[in-house]
């Protein structure tokens, strides 16, 4: 146990409970030497996804499921404003101008980021864009109820793109809201 005393003497950085696998991460992330390493070492480059919707410095990314790591990495590399990856699609997302979901195995699932997206896009300071890959056997059947949903959300510009093999990427942009005359 640590007592105020000791924790006045050491560093955050130094304090280390072994058996907390959140302390050993914290110590890991605050030494940018192994930051660097850590995102050199990505296994998976998914700059891809972030291409697909030109994602620059003035941008905030949202990481839907799939490789969540990489595609921070990928954020970070290219210099974004902030990244943030979830697992699942939050109900209450924070805002951002892109969302990207790398692993998308079903239309409901792709339903399910898509009302995500638009929440945290329609927050962002400028034009949202939102990029899935879509992945599985019946991709191209998925890819066309996908883009007739996403028109219906709102999304403008939506389009198709096929890339290793069967996977295609869809991305939109969230179209401006005009104020009700």
Known sequence: MLSSAHVTQASKAEIVDEHSPTDKAMTLLSRPAR??????????????????????????????????????????????RSAIGVSKAPLHPEAAEVVVAPRVASLDQATEIAFCARKALSHGTHEGRLAMRLLGIKTVSLAGGLVRQLKALGYARVHLRRTRGDTIVVTGRLATLSPAA
Request: negative net charge.
């Open 35 to 80: 930051i660097h390493h850590i995102i050199r070492q990505s296994s998976e480059d998914d700059g891809g996804l972030l291409d697909e919707v030109a994602a620059s410095t003035e941008d905030r990314v949202l990481v839907v499921g799939g490789t969540t790591a990489d595609l921070l990495c990928a954020s970070v590399r290219r210099g974004c």
